[in-house]
């Protein structure tokens, strides 16, 4: 496994950004994909964006297309989740997580490291 630190979080207002910065450690991490996840309160964790090994395949959620950007650094060991023009419904606690494959999936089960988690909160 590798393991996995998250940072960026925060309290922001509706239409403002933010960088989520995911920092590995452990087992080699620039041959497989990562993603994040998100988990609002009563809700179940939903997948929110996934990014291949080389940083060349995305994919994301419908509901952030458009507004949030996934990237990686594998010199840097890093993965970022920059969140533009956020919802007051994208607040959740935000999960980064590595695959146990090369190419990113939309399922929890495919992924077997997870970060600790952190909480973006968008006011209306």
């Known amino acids: 496994q590798v393991q996995l630190v998250e940072s960026g979080g925060g309290l922001v207002q509706a239409g403002g950004s933010l960088r989520l910065t995911c920092v590995a450690s452990?087992?080699?991490?620039?041959?497989?994909?990562m993603g994040w996840f998100r988990r609002a309160p009563g809700k179940e964790r939903e997948f929110v964006a996934g990014i291949n090994w080389s940083g060349g395949i995305t994919r994301y959620a419908e509901s952030v297309k458009g507004r949030f950007t996934i990237s990686r650094d594998n010199a840097k060991n890093t993965v970022y989740l920059r969140m533009n023009s956020l919802k007051p419904e994208d607040t959740a606690v935000y999960y980064c997580?590595?695959?146990?494959?090369?190419?990113?999936?939309?399922?929890?089960?495919?992924?077997?490291?997870w970060g600790q988690g952190t909480q973006v909160t968008v006011s209306s």
């Open positions: 452990g087992r080699t991490f620039s041959n497989k994909a």
């Open positions: 997580a590595g695959s146990l494959y090369t190419n990113p999936t939309q399922s929890a089960p495919d992924f077997d490291s």
